[in-house]
């Protein structure tokens, strides 16, 4: 578990900053729900961006029953390797040099092809071993993947190509997280059309199409955010997908005061009080990974309540209502985690959990 200094939890007296831990059995769990709802299929679990701010060797360790990791870039695979992970690997957007290729090669690790400078590096490449490769076709996103039109090409060069193990075809969804986009099953049928002459291994799910497009789960099944503890939805709560909060974000209650009725709270003074208000101060802010823009009520909890944010948030504190909370320096406040769901926070900053978990594990410094 990592924590972002070393004062203990129940260490009061001497917890002054806010902490990131991430809850034990979390990301286990998840992975289940994700195999209860595909069980036919495979499981890479996409631990980019540091495992989406959670700790990329942490919650690798945690997943350990997954079939296989994604993550973005070689050096997360290699470091991967280097922490003692040997579980088949995957780099999302391939190599950019014949170095990197190598490396990856000699580690095992396999790579995405999603452009031509791609295929020509592999192309009589001397590579220590022959490296499978993950042949990603654009069928309606338009952010990376080779064109419907270029896949038997593309495909038939791969497989004559001795630097090459096996050949596996992938695509993604732009619009997985709107359930009933028309996108969705049109991509799905372009996937279906330009792979089903193969007998390569396919994979398209995304956590989104995990949990709602069943037809979509094929050989392999690419889950993040669910496996985080985060819905993918906007409109159903991660609750109701039975996920658990894997990130819990905390920070000690530093100080509570009265702001009189008509002064202000905070840079800019946004927050106006209408009447003689209690107020809390809270040691999180925009360096330790709370959104900036949190807007005026964005929950915390504490003490079992929940209280609104009042006014800006500044660099490493924050300021709550605590008008009818039992409240004293020193209590526990969560900011995001299992009493709270980072979905809402995200929300009322006008992003998306994934921003907010990334976020957070580079203001910890999670590793
Ligand atoms: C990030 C990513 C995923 C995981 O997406 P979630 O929405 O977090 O489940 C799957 N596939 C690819 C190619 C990705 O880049």
Known sequence: ????????????????????????????????????????????????????????????????????????????????????????????????????????????????????????????????????????????????????????????????????????????????????????????????????????????????????LSHSHFDIVRPGIMLYGSSPFADCPAAELGLEAVMQFEAPLLEIKTVPAGESIGYGSRYRCEVDTRVGLVAAGYADGYPRHAGDRTPVWLNGQRCPLLGRVSMDSLCIDLTGVDAAVGDRVVLWGRELPVDEVAQMSETIAYELLCHAGVAADIL
């Open 1 to 212: 578990m990592a924590l972002k200094d070393s004062v203990k939890p129940g260490n009061r007296a001497g917890w002054r900053r806010a902490r990131i831990s991430l809850n034990p059995g979390a990301l286990a769990h998840n992975l289940e729900k994700v195999r209860e709802n595909a069980p036919h299929s495979q499981v890479m679990a996409v631990i980019k961006a540091n495992a989406y701010g959670h700790g990329l060797l942490s919650a690798a360790a945690q997943l350990d029953s997954a079939d296989m990791f994604a993550v973005a870039m070689p050096g997360e695979a290699l470091a991967l390797r280097q922490g003692g992970c040997d579980k088949p690997l995957l780099v999302l957007h391939g190599c950019s040099s014949l170095t990197e290729l190598q490396q990856l090669s000699e580690h095992g690790v396999s790579v995405v092809v999603h452009q031509q400078a791609q295929l020509d590096m592999l192309q009589g490449a001397e590579l220590p071993g022959p490296v499978d490769v993950w042949l990603k076709v654009d069928t309606g996103m338009h952010r990376a993947g080779i064109s419907p039109q270029q896949v038997s090409g593309f495909y038939k060069a791969l497989k004559a190509e001795p630097a090459v193990a096996s050949v596996f075809l992938m695509s993604h969804f732009a619009n997985a997280d709107e359930v009933g986009n028309a996108l969705n099953n049109k991509q799905i049928e372009m996937f279906v059309k330009v792979t089903s002459n193969y007998s390569a291994r396919r994979s398209m799910a995304n956590s989104a199409a995990i949990l709602s």
